[in-house]
């Protein structure tokens, strides 16, 4: 069973920036791609980044591109998600992911665990 705990979500103002962390525990961190998606209101929950098992290769929804940042430090098991010029359209919860392999997805049923999710608002 894998634990993965989000943090560094919060309000910002369009133009800022927050960086999400996620902690993962219970299998071998290292081994294993992680991703990102995130679910507005109203909406179905989307893809927005994914990482490689070594951190090697990324991928990124193209909403975010340019933008976003995903990477991760397998020495602590944890997974970032740098966001940078943040707009309103932004605002979701967002969503840790642990992958079933040690390469990249961009669907939800390449992804075993989920985290908790934490909420991201950016106001006009």
């Known amino acids: 069973q894998v634990q993965l705990v989000e943090s560094g979500g919060g309000l910002v103002q369009a133009g800022g920036s927050l960086r999400l962390s996620c902690a993962a525990s219970?299998?071998?961190?290292?081994?294993?791609?992680m991703g990102w998606f995130r679910q507005a209101p109203g909406k179905e929950r989307e893809f927005v980044a994914a990482i490689s098992w070594s951190g090697g290769s990324t991928y990124y929804a193209n909403s975010v591109k340019g933008r976003f940042t995903i990477s991760r430090r397998n020495a602590k098991n944890t997974v970032y998600l740098q966001m940078n010029s943040l707009k309103p359209e932004d605002t979701a919860v967002y969503y840790c992911?642990?992958?079933?392999?040690?390469?990249?997805?961009?669907?939800?049923?390449?992804?075993?665990?989920w985290g908790q999710g934490t909420q991201v608002t950016v106001s006009s």
């Open positions: 992911a642990f992958g079933a392999g040690r390469f990249y997805g961009t669907t939800s049923k390449e992804y075993d665990y």
């Open positions: 219970g299998r071998t961190f290292s081994a294993y791609a």
